[in-house]
């Protein structure tokens, strides 16, 4: 099992790279922002050189595509979106990632009176196309379903694993998160139909001594453990809950897999 952390801004992410390394996470995960996939290639070197310096790579990539540049709706800039995807994917199979999580909720949202089976569509079309650029590279998407609040499409692990299957493409799998699922109150049993189409895991901060957990991180590894998940495990702050993250990275670390043995 590999525990990395999902970190904010690149400037953060760059000064965190020697905490997460000292604290002994396998990786980093970065926003696909952070290779700047509508700026030039100079811009790019700049911080491709000071990542690639840092024995903690970031093998996973989040948020890949920004709120402006649509995939669903009557306002999908063709052109703009192909030479996002084709930048972005060869960028970051530059940097050594190996998934990007397609969560983008303001991106897939769809707009008040469109068809909601030609939005459907339309994400299915931007998955087979998206599939095509990451082949090339190595690379593989993930769809992570959110919570309503975040976006009115693919909601659950259950319609995200229905999607994969519309899709049809082997460099199109699904991510689990902890904090969706439990906050849409969907049932961990959901997991159980995913086997071998997981191929990222989200988690939020553990709640820590003295405090009743929000999130039930013991179950949801139970039941990843019964699809024999063995992939990636990232920490995500969804809820602020860091506040001297130089030291509780560390902490946190054996304590995750101290939870992993124990599920």
């Given at each position: 099992?590999?525990?990395g952390?999902?970190?904010?801004g690149l400037?953060g992410?760059?000064?965190?790279?020697?905490?997460?390394?000292e604290?002994?996470?396998d990786?980093?995960?970065?926003r696909?922002?952070?290779?700047l996939?509508?700026?030039?290639?100079e811009?790019?070197?700049?911080?491709?050189?000071?990542?690639?310096?840092?024995?903690?790579?970031p093998?996973v990539?989040?948020c890949?595509?920004?709120?402006?540049?649509?995939v669903?709706g009557?306002?999908i800039?063709?052109?703009r979106?192909?030479n996002y995807?084709?930048?972005s994917?060869?960028r970051i199979?530059?940097?050594g990632?190996?998934?990007?999580v397609?969560?983008?909720?303001g991106a897939?949202?769809?707009?008040e009176e469109?068809?909601f089976?030609k939005?459907?569509?339309?994400l299915?079309?931007?998955l087979?196309?998206?599939?095509?650029?990451a082949?090339?590279?190595g690379?593989?998407?993930?769809?992570e379903p959110?919570?309503?609040p975040a976006?009115?499409?693919i909601?659950s692990?259950?319609?995200g694993?229905?999607l994969?299957k519309?899709?049809?493409?082997?460099e199109?799998?699904?991510l689990?998160d902890?904090f969706?699922?439990e906050e849409?109150?969907?049932?961990?049993?959901?997991?159980?139909?995913?086997?071998g189409?997981?191929?990222?895991?989200?988690i939020?901060?553990?709640?820590t001594?003295?405090?009743?957990p929000?999130?039930?991180h013991?179950?949801?590894f139970?039941y990843?453990?019964e699809i024999d998940y063995?992939g990636r495990?990232?920490v995500e702050d969804?809820?602020?809950s860091?506040?001297n993250?130089?030291?509780?990275?560390?902490l946190?670390?054996?304590?995750?897999?101290?939870m992993w043995?124990?599920?």
């Amino acid at each position: 099992m590999r525990f990395g952390m999902c970190t904010e801004g690149l400037k953060g992410k760059v000064d965190l790279l020697p905490i997460l390394q000292e604290a002994g996470y396998d990786y980093i995960e970065l926003r696909v922002g952070e290779v700047l996939p509508e700026e030039s290639e100079e811009k790019f070197d700049e911080i491709k050189d000071k990542i690639k310096r840092s024995p903690v790579r970031p093998e996973v990539f989040n948020c890949f595509i920004p709120g402006e540049i649509k995939v669903v709706g009557d306002k999908i800039d063709s052109s703009r979106l192909k030479n996002y995807l084709e930048a972005s994917i060869r960028r970051i199979a530059n940097l050594g990632g190996k998934i990007i999580v397609f969560g983008s909720g303001g991106a897939r949202k769809v707009p008040e009176e469109f068809p909601f089976e030609k939005a459907y569509q339309q994400l299915i079309d931007f998955l087979d196309l998206t599939a095509d650029i990451a082949k090339n590279e190595g690379i593989t998407i993930v769809i992570e379903p959110l919570f309503k609040p975040a976006t009115n499409i693919i909601n659950s692990v259950k319609e995200g694993l229905q999607l994969t299957k519309d899709v049809g493409r082997k460099e199109i799998k699904l991510l689990a998160d902890l904090f969706h699922m439990e906050e849409e109150d969907e049932p961990f049993a959901n997991l159980l139909a995913t086997k071998g189409t997981i191929a990222h895991v989200h988690i939020p901060v553990p709640v820590t001594e003295g405090v009743k957990p929000r999130y039930n991180h013991q179950n949801f590894f139970h039941y990843l453990k019964e699809i024999d998940y063995r992939g990636r495990i990232s920490v995500e702050d969804n809820g602020g809950s860091f506040r001297n993250i130089e030291k509780e990275a560390g902490l946190l670390l054996p304590r995750l897999k101290e939870m992993w043995e124990e599920a």
